[in-house]
Each structure stands twice: as structure tokens, then as C-alpha cells.
């Protein structure tokens, strides 16, 4: 009657809600979902360990980054740039949102680095959302559009592997579908997407909303501001060498599919560079884990609870105890699996992840009750995406906090994961139940 699931994520949506650091919400939730299976605290906290080194790599990722990120800043050229981007965006809001969503979606397809350019990238704006009266909670749905967006709606990049998943697992699973077809059968998601986004920037977020002052500054800012007194004026040798340190950094990731690779070979040439100096490393690098250490904790604990959740069986449970009641009822049978990928993709953060979970139980399902192919893709694709835009511990709402907050004036979930779960979530329950009904 109790699934653990549902239970467990509750209780972290709830204690997330009420403020409870996102890390301590994931492990009680963790905790929570063990207990409800029958687990004991012992044995739940060891799955919890065991499965964190599945986001090792990502989170040594996004330390690196943060280090990176900070030596750019260092250097001046984020400050020159900003200081130009001010006569042209101001006063046009909407245009620079929609810009920053661009932006964001070549970050998964023509250049794939994923959330790695939004410290780089945002920190710096701040000051100039702050001038503008922009509103952060549309920066946060517009930099989460850009992350889901294309990996939803084109076959490249991100986007290739997202197809790849649902075309392989569904064909494992008994119902044959070429990847050709995925991008018919993902693109009502995607228009879901597109219409969220623009209700976020035209509607809900267009209006002016004055800058929090409860915030104090921080020494990233000063040692951003030392560095770039002396180099607002001109486009600086400093200022070529820091590019030059950021496409071999690009160059190295492409090559080597390594976040890590590139991020390290960033920060070696920044030091070779001269354009930070060796006394200050230290410095630099410890504002750099202050950056990003948050989030590369959130997501070793999330990767952990995703591995007490799947071992504790409670994801087959769910969906086993409700379709034996859902009949053959199609219109029921695609709300319900859509919101069961809801709530596993919240708990577990990744809609990468939670296909493979979902497939070998939809595909069967979905087959008994006459939908076509295309339609359980659309479905599947539907139910794995819900959750990532809303959910504490997905790199699509940790990323943009991660550069929305860099002067403590952001909240992770009441000023990204609120705001995005409604702007995204609503409309893709729609366009997925759309999709299953026509296609």
C-alpha cells in the first residue's frame, strides 16, 4: 500500500519546500525510501554510499569548473564583455532571456558541454540583472529550457544519446522503433517546452522584480573585481590568452569526452598563461570548490538515493500495483505512467537515467493496451524528461543555481526548481498525453 517511492520523494519535496538543505532532504528521503521497504538505517546507508561514485566523475567535473570559472574571472575578460553587453541588452529583457535560452541549447548539441559554461557565463550578468530588474526565476527557466530542450527535440550531441536510449530499451523490451523515428514522437514534449518558456519570459517573469539586498558580498567578487580594475578599459594580451585557455579546454572535452580533461587543461594554461599569478591558486581554486562544491555534493547523495530506490525494487512495485487496476482504459493508462515517471524522475534527477528503468515496465504495459510505437516513445520520452526540470537534484535546475546564486541572492528551490517544475512540467503532462492519444 506504502510504495517507497512515492513516500520518499514527499518527504523531500516537502522538506525542500520548507527550506531543509537540499543535502539533508536527499538523505532522509534516502533514509525514508529504506525504511519503507523494510531496509534497515544500516543497510540503506550503505546502498547510499555504494552508489554515490555513480556522479564521481560529474562532480569532480563541477569543481573544476568552479576553479575555472573563477580564474576566467580573474582575468578581467568577463568584465569587459559585460560591460558592453549592458548598451546593447538594455532595456530589452525579453530578448536577452531568449538569448540566454539560445545559448544554453548549444550547450547540448554544437558545442556539448552541458552545464559547464553557466559559471562562466552567468556570475557575470549579475550585476546586470540586478540594474535591469530582471527577474532570476526567468533566467532559471530559460537556462533549464536550454538544457532539456534540445537533448528532447534533436538528434545530436546529448540529444543523439537521449534517442539512442529510448530507441535501444524499447526494442530490448519487445516493440521494435528506429532512432529515426524518436524526433516525430519527442516533438510534442518539445513543443510543451517551447510554450513553457514563453509563458516564463512574456508572462509570469516580465514584469520588473527589484534585486534581493540581504546578501553579502563575497570574496569571488572581490577577487573578480581586483583582478578586472585594471582591465576595463581594453580588450587586453590577458584577455586573448584566457580564450585561448578556454577553446583548448572546449578542444580537449570534444577530443576526449572528459569534463575533467578539460576543465584541468583550462586551469593549467591559466597558470602557464601568467594570467593568474601562482601566489594566488589557493585563493582561486578554494572560491572555485565554494562555487560548485554544493553541487557536486547534491549530486553524489542524489546518485546514492537513485541506488536505494532501484534496489529496493519500489520502482517496479509502483508501476506493477497500478497497472493492474488501470484496465484497458488508454486515456488513464497514459496519465498515470506519466505521472509515474514524475515522480521517479524527481527522485532519482536524471531523464537519462530513468529510462532504462521505465522502459522494461512501460513497454510491456503499453503494448497490452494498443498504443502504437510512436506513441510509447512519445510516452516514455515524456515520463523520463517530467521531474528533471523541477526535481532538487538535477544538473538542469543545480546548474543554472549554481550561476544564479554566485552572489547569494538566488534560492535553489523556491527561485529555480518551483518556477521551472511549473513552467515545464504542466505543459509537458498535456503535450505527452496528446501525443499518446494521436499518435
Known sequence: ????????????????????NVILAIILAAITAGLVASLSITDTMQLLLSGMGGQANTALSYILLG?????IGYSGI?????????????????FMLLAIAGIASLSQNVIPVHIAFIPILIP????????????????AASLTFGLKAPYILIPAGYGLLFHSIIADEMTANGMSISIKQIPLAMLFPGLAMVVGLLVAIFITYGKDRNPRNDAQVDE????????????????????????????????????????????????????????VPFHRGDEVMNEGVKMMGTIAFVMLIASGYAT?????GAVEQLVA?????????????????????????????????????IAALYVPLCAAAGFSPLATAALIGTAGVLGDAGSPASDSTLGPTSGLNADGKHHHIWDTCVPTFLHYNIPLIVFGLIAAMVL
Do not use: C, W, Y
Open 1 to 20: 500500500m506504502f510504495n517507497a517511492v512515492v513516500i520518499s520523494v514527499v518527504v523531500m519535496i516537502v522538506l525542500s519546500l520548507l527550506r531543509v
Open 67 to 71: 576553479g575555472f570559472a573563477v580564474m
Open 78 to 94: 568577463t568584465s569587459f564583455l559585460v560591460k558592453r553587453l549592458i548598451t546593447v541588452l538594455k532595456g530589452r529583457r525579453a
Open 124 to 139: 557575470p550578468l549579475l550585476l546586470l540583472f540586478d540594474k535591469m530588474k530582471v527577474d532570476r526565476r526567468g533566467v
Open 220 to 275: 569571488q567578487s572581490t577577487i573578480n573585481e581586483t583582478a578586472a580594475t585594471e582591465e576595463r578599459e581594453s580588450f587586453s594580451l590577458k584577455h586573448v590568452l584566457t580564450l585561448l585557455a578556454i577553446v583548448a579546454a572546449l578542444t580537449v572535452q570534444i577530443l576526449f569526452q572528459s569534463l575533467v580533461l578539460g576543465a584541468l587543461t583550462g586551469i593549467i594554461l591559466m597558470f602557464a598563461f601568467r594570467v
Open 308 to 312: 536505494v530506490l532501484k534496489e529496493t
Open 321 to 357: 500495483s497500478t497497472s493492474s487496476s488501470l484496465g484497458s482504459h488508454s486515456f488513464l493508462i497514459a496519465l498515470v505512467l506519466i505521472f509515474i515517471g514524475l515522480v521517479i524522475t524527481m527522485g532519482i534527477g536524471s531523464s537519462f537515467g530513468t529510462i532504462p528503468i
